[in-house]
């Protein structure tokens, strides 16, 4: 799953001419859909190794009571199939931003927040077990416009999961330093999530973060890239 795509011929060529010079592999299915942001930050999808992209819908028209778009960039649904045939669903996810009037942006995120809940119940209602909300919330965990997905669904943040793993951090920041998150290498300023029904967390062997690619601000405090 990716996000702030420019465009599919941009990921086409990512994947067909920049993909092979690092791993000689590529992705069998890719999808781009277009949404409000008018920016080219778009929803992406890629897979292999026998996962398919079975079904598609954009959220992308839904409107709120003044006839606005609920979400500014775009909600998407995929349904993936398996090797083995079972079916994921995946609800890629992009909420409002934090901007200067507070207030507003809070509510927004809040509006399109109940809405993705709505989504995932309906999933869990309908039998649905394989289930993953994923993407950038725009929001610390405990900020209240995000309580309808972790406080008020099972779903289950994946840095939760015993067999998550990501580089400690170097040194403390007392800006950053929360809820362990010293000792884990995650920070309370988390903005983008991966979130699992109970069943698909189950099934969770290992995962982790990378942030080598991501400039700390200093150079101490996490592992980064030397170019």
């Not at 990921?11 to 008018?38: A, H, I, K, S, W």
């Not at 819908?57 to 500014?72: A, G, Q, V």
């Not at 725009?138 to 309808?148: D, E």
Request: glycine share 6%; with cysteine; net charge positive.
């Amino acid at each position: 799953m990716l996000q702030k795509v420019e465009d599919r011929n941009s990921l086409v060529e990512f994947n067909n001419q920049f993909l092979p010079e690092f791993n000689g592999v590529t992705y069998r299915e890719l999808l781009v859909l277009q949404g409000n942001d008018g920016r080219g930050q778009e929803m992406g999808m890629l897979t292999k190794n026998g996962y398919q992209i079975q079904e598609v819908r954009t959220y992308s028209n839904e409107l709120d009571d003044n006839e606005k778009p609920i979400f500014d960039k775009n909600l998407v649904k995929y349904e993936i199939t398996t090797p083995s045939q079972n079916k994921i669903c995946l609800l890629s996810v992009h909420l409002q931003e934090q901007g200067k009037d507070k207030e507003n942006s809070d509510a927004l995120r809040l509006r399109q927040a109940q809405r993705v809940a709505e989504i995932y119940q309906q999933l869990r209602s309908q039998g649905q077990e394989h289930v993953v909300v994923a993407g950038t919330l725009n929001a610390v965990s405990y900020c209240f416009s995000l309580a309808p997905l972790l406080q008020k669904t099972d779903l289950k943040d994946i840095s939760k999961h015993p067999g998550f793993n990501v580089a400690v951090e170097k040194e403390k920041d007392a800006g950053n330093l929360c809820l362990k998150a010293f000792r884990m290498g995650l920070n309370i300023n988390q903005k983008d999530y991966l979130l699992l029904s109970p069943e698909m967390f189950r099934r969770v062997k290992n995962s982790g973060l990378n942030r080598k690619a991501v400039w700390p601000g200093k150079a101490s405090q996490w592992p980064v890239f030397n170019t």
